[in-house]
Structure formats: structure tokens, C-alpha cells
């Protein structure tokens, strides 16, 4: 990640944003799509170190265990007076449902949409502090839409970052990017929720195009320079066009499987608008999109939800001793799961 010297000012609002932590403000130039919406095709990143150094001790040569899930919630004011679904219930009783089917089912970091203000404060007094979020309230009542959440006793946040995303009418958004450590393994890995824009207020197919690229070029930019794996959750608005646009531009696969030749792209059936993809050192098990009765009673969507497995964490220990000399000089990225 790069320093963003360019900006006090930003620094100051990304300061007053996290609410007094100690910030670096930075700025993560890659490109995404090309004509209208310059602004849509920067990523910028504001960061703020919470744990730079494990808080327990890892257990070495352990894998890392991780269930994922990504869930657009339906937001509160669908079914508030004057909402388009009437007849649903609160916010608030559906988000009560959501949360003990997220529990039932052992889920450790999901990836939230459509998460609002009622919502979230219902998913804290359900969860009743076993589960940390980001952004929480730091970008204000209307800017946990799109969250990270994680169980606090599996993992902690090393850093907490943001990506900017074309949504209706090409609207830029902050959306969550999370560096989590395993505190049974120690490994590390991103984490992210997106939500692309739906046809629902006009033809968004570019900012789609837009939003997509920006994707594919954070996941780029985070595997380039840290070697870390990273996983991307969300409701894209897009099935096929999604898959083989982000497995063909990264080295992403999906929980729900799927190939993707360079010749051939073809994602498994049922295909859905929301996903989950990780880096080709996880190996998925046990994918589902839940349907269930409380799922269908709170959500116009299904609950992704997919079993994660990585490989030990490579430590210099692990390393073999070199049986030539001089030892050459290290080039190129971190070797995956390195932290």
C-alpha cells in the first residue's frame, strides 16, 4: 500500500472517521474500467493498524478452518411504511431471524449487503458482542450497508480498509476491505463485501463494468503485494458475466465451483447473483445456498454459505536450509499464506 501524502485534509476526515484510532491515510492507485465515471475507476483505501502483532499464539503446522457466508439482508426501509414489500416484517424482526440462522450455522466472517442502521443495531444485541463489524458507525448511520463481520473469538482485525464503488447512477460508495488474523493458526487474509448495482433505477450494466473491474484489480493489487489470501463476498447483480469476468482476470475460484479454461467459462448450476470467491489456496467444501424458511420470511435472497480450508502458515521454520551459497536475493511477491 502506498502513503497518500497528497491530501491533510483527508487524513483529517479518515482521523475523524475511526474516531481517534492512529491512521495512516492511504491510497491504492490501480485502474478500473475505462470511460465515463473517473472517479469510479481509483480505489482509495483509508487504513487504520488495530493489532499489529497476534494477540495469542498460534498453534504451528494447524490449517486454517474458516465458514463463510455472504447474506444481502433486504434493507430496513423495503418493509418500513411506504416500502415495496408490504406485508414483511421490521427490519428489525428480520434481521432477528437472519442472526439465528447466521449462528445456526457456525458462520465465522460473512459479508453483508443492504445492512442498515436497524438491522445492524438488532445483529448487535443478538450477537451480544461475539461478533465485531466493519465500518460499524464510523461512516455515519447510512454506511454499514455493505459489512465485514467476523467472530471475535476466531479472529481479530489487523486493519480495516474501505474501496470506492460506482452503485446506482454511478454514486461512489465505500465498501469494506478487512485484513483478519486466525488467532488459532495465525493466518492472515482479506476479507471484503460489495454490492453492484441492479437494473432497479435504470440500466446499470457499465457501472457494473466498472464496479467489477475495480474488483478484479484490488484482488490483483492485495495478492501482488502482500501474497495473502483474499476473499470477496457480495450480491453482484450478475451471474455468468461475474464468475467469468473475476476467475478470468484473477487467480479467484468460487465456493460454488465452477471452470475456467481461458477457453471455456462455465459456472456451476444453479448459478445466483451472490457469491463468494477465494484464492486458489482454499479449498471449498460444502457449498449451499440456503433457502430456508427463515431465510425466505427475511430476504428476497439466499444465505451463501461455503466451509474454507488453507494450508499451515509458512514460517521460516518451516523453510528447508539452502545447500547452495550465497543464498540468492528474495524477488518478486510473498509466497501465499507468508504473513
Known sequence: MLSDPR????????????LGMVLGALVLRVAGGAGEGGESARL???NATTSPTPTTTPTP????QVTISSLNVLGADHTEPGGNRTGWASGEQRMRWLTKVIQANGVDVIGLQEFQNPQYQTFLEETAGTYATYPGLLWGKRGMRNSVAWKVDEWELVSASWVKIPYF?????????VLLRNLQSGQQAYFSSFHNPADARGHAAKWRKQATDIEVALVNRLRAESGLPVYVTGDMN????????MTSGTDMVSASGGMNDGRTCAPTRPTYIDWIFGS??????????NRGPRIRKSTDHPMIIAQAELPPVITPTDCPTPTTSPTPTPTGSPT????
Do not use: K, W
Not at 447512477?169 to 476491505?177: A, F
Not at 450478475?238 to 469476468?245: A, F, G, K, T, V
Not at 486458489?280 to 445456498?289: C, I, K, L
Open 7 to 18: 491530501s491533510r485534509s483527508r487524513a483529517a476526515v479518515v482521523a475523524a472517521l475511526l
Open 44 to 46: 482509495a483505501e483509508g
Open 61 to 64: 503446522g494447524l490449517a486454517t
Open 169 to 177: 447512477h454511478g454514486t461512489i460508495l465505500r465498501m469494506p476491505v
Open 238 to 245: 450478475e451471474r455468468d458475466i461475474y464468475y467469468c469476468r
Open 280 to 289: 486458489p489456496e482454499t479449498t471449498f467444501s460444502g457449498y449451499v445456498a
Open 336 to 339: 501465499p499464506n507468508v504473513s
